[in-house]
T-cell receptor, first 118, second 115 residues
Framework: ETGVTQTPRHLVMGMTNKKSLKCEQHLGHNAMYWYKQSAKKPLELMFVYSLEERVENNSVPSRFSPECPNSSHLFLHLHTLQPEDSALYLCASSQVGAATFPLTDTQYFGPGTRLTVL | AQTVTQSQPEMSVQEAETVTLSCTYD???????LFWYKQPPSRQMILVIRQEAYKQQNATENRFSVNFQKAAKSFSLKISDSQLGDAAMYFCAYRRASGTYKYIFGTGTRLKVLA
């Protein structure tokens, strides 16, 4: 596997279900991101982990819970979602500099998980 | 707050022709990065081109080039010799040079390439 992978690619869940999205990066990067992509709206940054520590949390509802067990893996745990949470969820990774952060990083995106909440 | 505006929801170009996608942004920062990302249908978003604000020279990557006008806060993407594989959503993005991990994205421009 190369680049950034995400599983599952498609997910349909009811509002009472609990599910998890998985992201894995094979690029040796030290920062990982979750984005929400809805039609006709800009990409919304949800969470950022740098060196396995959460560094950004953009007012995301608590029904979304991220987890970063190591620098290669990122999860998004979902519970009690609403229909308006239906969207494409994108994971990305980048390499950020230690001295001056985040350096000239380029984000590499995964293919996304298409989530439908019924 | 920084914002990124892509005023063209959809553009069309004839194969082999040239097209320019517009992007404007608003910031009070002097040091930042600008990006164009491409998202083909059902495929991964990939970086097309990146510009550092401190560089006056416009970035170029093969058939893709930008027109970076810092004073006007404009960052347009020119695609020359358009190919069918260029059909995609194109997103303009901004990020401060330091102190944040946050990228600001525009709403995107859907580019259609006509054979």
């Amino acid at each position: 596997e190369t680049g950034v992978t995400q599983t599952p690619r498609h997910l349909v869940m009811g509002m009472t279900n609990k599910k998890s999205l998985k992201c894995e990066q094979h690029l040796g990067h030290n920062a990982m991101y979750w984005y929400k992509q809805s039609a006709k709206k800009p990409l919304e940054l949800m969470f950022v982990y740098s060196l396995e520590e959460r560094v950004e949390n953009n007012s995301v509802p608590s029904r979304f819970s991220p987890e970063c067990p190591n620098s290669s893996h990122l999860f998004l745990h979902l519970h009690t979602l609403q229909p308006e949470d239906s969207a494409l969820y994108l994971c990305a990774s980048s390499q950020v500099g230690a001295a001056t952060f985040p350096l000239t990083d380029t984000q590499y995106f995964g293919p996304g998980t298409r989530l439908t909440v019924l | 707050a920084q914002t990124v505006t892509q005023s063209q929801p959809e553009m069309s170009v004839q194969e082999a022709e040239t097209v320019t996608l517009s992007c404007t942004y608003d910031t009070s920062e002097s040091d930042y990065y600008l990006f164009w990302y491409k998202q083909p249908p059902s495929r991964q978003m990939i970086l097309v081109i990146r510009q550092e604000a401190y560089k006056q020279q416009n970035a170029t990557e093969n058939r893709f080039s930008v027109n970076f006008q810092k004073a006007a806060k404009s960052f347009s993407l020119k695609i020359s010799d358009s190919q069918l594989g260029d059909a995609a959503m194109y997103f303009c993005a901004y990020r401060r040079a330091s102190g944040t991990y946050k990228y600001i994205f525009g709403t995107g421009t859907r580019l259609k390439v006509l054979a």
